[in-house]
């Protein structure tokens, strides 16, 4: 079965510092998604980067990096030179393309929080 | 180009009453899934559908939880007779038609807030 697990229930990070927000997945399909979404104090969820398992290289969009390392089932975010907008709660999920293919299993989420 | 469009934003009701969620979809996505998130967790997968097909209802509750997509409209999540534990976030999500590897971007609607009083 397909697990998400997200150790950090809340971090702390200095403006303009980087910060990691841990994930670890559980699966047996060889094929999955990896995805990071964003859900501010508003409540929407916010699409913010996606591994393929399959993909060699590590996926970066902006200011956002996922350090994804298969061997160990880690999929971690990196955010660099923090926000005070980067304060919310962010949710690693993930697909798998078999018999569960549709359904996102997410994580219990981190809460960060950036210092001024 | 409209995202995933959620109404109402905000629903309360009564136990006992029905509760009726709208979705629309993104612009050529074909692809509809409905999730709870209960205060301070993650989300929890319930339905995925396709336009008048239910391919996983597994998250589903099995009693007073229907969900459908219809050839024309938008998708509707129903709970029927609501009670308090219905109290949740409500999130519609869509994706466009599933490639080879099934792992296509789901994006969000703004999310509907149920209470039942």
């Known amino acids: 079965a397909q697990k998400i697990t997200q150790t950090q229930p809340g971090m702390f990070v200095q403006e303009k510092e980087a910060v990691t927000l841990d994930c670890t997945y559980d699966?047996?399909?060889?094929?999955?998604?990896l995805f990071w979404y964003k859900q501010p104090s508003s409540g929407e969820m916010i699409f913010l980067i996606y591994?393929?398992?399959?993909?060699?290289q590590n996926a970066t969009e902006g200011r956002y990096s996922l350090n994804f390392q298969k061997a160990r089932k880690s999929a971690n975010l990196v955010i660099s030179a923090s926000q005070l907008g980067d304060s919310a709660m962010y949710f690693c999920a993930m697909r798998e393309a078999g018999t569960n293919a549709g359904k996102s299993t997410f994580g219990d989420g981190t809460t960060l929080t950036v210092k001024p | 180009n409209a995202g995933v469009m959620q109404n109402p934003r905000h629903l309360v009701r009564r136990r006992g009453q029905e509760a009726r969620l709208r979705c629309s979809p993104m612009?050529?996505?074909?692809?509809v899934y409905w999730y709870r998130q209960l205060p301070e967790e993650g989300l929890k997968f319930m339905v995925y559908?396709?336009?008048?097909?239910?391919?996983?209802e597994s998250g589903m509750p099995k009693e007073r939880f229907s969900a459908e997509f219809p050839k024309e409209g938008p998708s509707i999540l129903r709970i029927q007779q609501v009670v308090r534990g219905d109290s949740a976030a409500y999130f519609c999500?869509?994706?466009?038609?599933?490639?080879?590897?099934?792992?296509?971007?789901?994006?969000f609607g703004p999310g509907t807030r149920l209470t039942v009083l």
């Open positions: 559908l396709q336009k008048e097909n239910i391919i996983d």
């Open positions: 591994q393929g398992s399959y993909d060699q």
């Open positions: 699966t047996s399909d060889p094929s999955y998604g």
């Open positions: 612009k050529g996505h074909s692809h």
């Open positions: 999500a869509s994706s466009p038609p599933t490639g080879v590897w099934g792992t296509d971007t789901q994006y």
